[in-house]
DNA sequence: AAGTCGGGGTT
DNA sequence: AACCCAGACTT
């Protein structure tokens, strides 16, 4: 409690010293703390300060806004994005026109319920208009949190987010909760930024959890969802009359990186979708991974590999799943360092892609 | 829990 | 190019 009551105070004091001169600071009026409220989900402050103001100038209140058509409301809001935004807003204020009779549910858990409005908003609104006591949340506070408690529970999964609730709520303190969560956010805005935070001339440089491991990079932990991209990797397959191929060293941080492949020209959409190979034992191994398999069929002799002449092929590959997968069934295509080194060069062509493929 | 919605700044 | 921004909503 008394931690918790240092960290309040030296966050507020810090944040009567620093804090921006914005326009919906200056009002307890809930429609206009809700309307900022909304324009800055997920939007930084400077892009949204001139649409605020643009809608303030338009509505004076939230009955003005009720009575507005969609299409000016969504016209005002062009160039800012995230247009369901817009349609909660005008949903919203014409429910709080009708509903709640011009206004607005004086309680977070009231205020939740409204279109466009979710945990973070209803707090916003909750503490800054009413002087409601509950912690806001946003990306600010997961960020601040983190490092200087040294919370390491994943923000993206909803028991890492459980996590920061507690805490927020131990922080929060009974004076003045609506002035903390201002200087919460702040201050990770400002000083606690995501990137390169001003840790050397920070107020919690010495307890700063973070600070003191020098965590600021690692914290907070956010899981990235794995997304599975396609590559579509086409490789040139050549041999020579000697059955010799030509491979090639993979350099830098991609996968497979000092491995041997092919030749390869990537691209990010099919070349090629037609003539499916779908017999050889290689492919049907590959099957998986494959959508589409192209052999050419004329052997030209294009290439001289040590004056030796070699016949052309294409041999491609399109990859939708995560490509290392593959390379744990097939390490017979992707040879390291040392099997190379002991093959002579060029590389012999594997037995097995012989029968695959020549 | 994962996907989607977006323009824009930062690194 | 990846990440993030005073997140909410749908699937």
Redesign the pocket.
């Given at each position: 409690m008394d931690n918790n009551n240092a960290f309040s105070e030296k966050l507020v004091t810090w944040y009567e010293e620093n804090a921006?001169d914005?326009p919906?600071?200056q009002t307890t009026d809930p429609y206009r703390i809700w309307l900022?409220?909304?324009i800055?989900?997920?939007?930084?402050?400077?892009?949204?300060l001139p649409y605020y103001e643009k809608f303030v100038e338009n509505f004076e209140n939230v009955s003005e806004l009720a009575s507005a058509d969609e299409q000016t409301v969504l016209r005002l809001w062009q160039?800012?994005?995230?247009?369901?935004?817009a349609r909660?807003l005008h949903k919203c204020a014409k429910e709080i026109d009708k509903k709640f009779e011009k206004n607005f549910p004086k309680d977070s858990k009231s205020l939740?319920k409204?279109?466009?409005?979710?945990?973070?908003?209803?707090a916003?609104i909750a503490s800054?208009a009413f002087k409601e006591k509950v912690p806001?949340i946003?990306?600010?506070v997961?960020?601040v949190l983190a490092r200087v408690f040294g919370l390491d529970a994943d923000i993206?999964?909803?028991?890492g987010?459980k996590k920061f609730e507690e805490l927020a709520w131990e922080l929060i303190p009974d004076k003045n909760p609506d002035t903390y969560?201002?200087a919460i956010?702040?201050f990770?805005?400002l000083h606690c930024?995501?990137?390169?935070p001003a840790c050397e001339n920070c107020i919690f440089r010495l307890e700063c959890s973070a600070f003191q491991n020098d965590r600021q990079d690692a914290l907070?932990v956010?899981?990235?969802?794995v997304?599975?991209k396609k590559r579509y990797f086409n490789y040139i397959v050549f041999i020579t009359d000697e059955r010799e191929m030509i491979l090639n060293k993979r350099e830098g941080a991609d996968i497979w990186a000092g491995l041997y492949d092919y030749p390869l020209m990537e691209t990010s959409d099919f070349l090629v979708l037609e003539d499916l190979i779908s017999k050889s034992e290689m492919v049907s191994k590959l099957q998986p991974y494959i959508m589409s398999v192209e052999v050419s069929k004329d052997y030209k002799h294009v290439l001289t590999h040590r004056h030796i002449y070699a016949r052309f092929f294409t041999f491609k590959l399109n990859i939708t799943t995560e490509v290392k997968d593959l390379l744990l069934d097939e390490n017979l295509i992707f040879y390291n360092e040392e099997e190379v080194n002991d093959l002579p060069k060029p590389v012999l062509v594997s037995r097995y892609l012989n029968d695959a493929i020549f």
């Open positions: 921006r914005l919906w600071r900022s409220e909304i800055l989900q997920q939007t930084r402050v400077i892009q949204g160039g800012l994005g995230y247009y369901s935004r909660n939740i409204l279109p466009g409005i979710g945990k973070y908003t209803s916003a800054f806001v946003d990306g600010n997961y960020r993206a999964s909803g028991s987010q969560n201002q956010m702040e990770g805005a930024t995501p990137k390169s907070p956010k899981t990235k969802k997304k599975v």
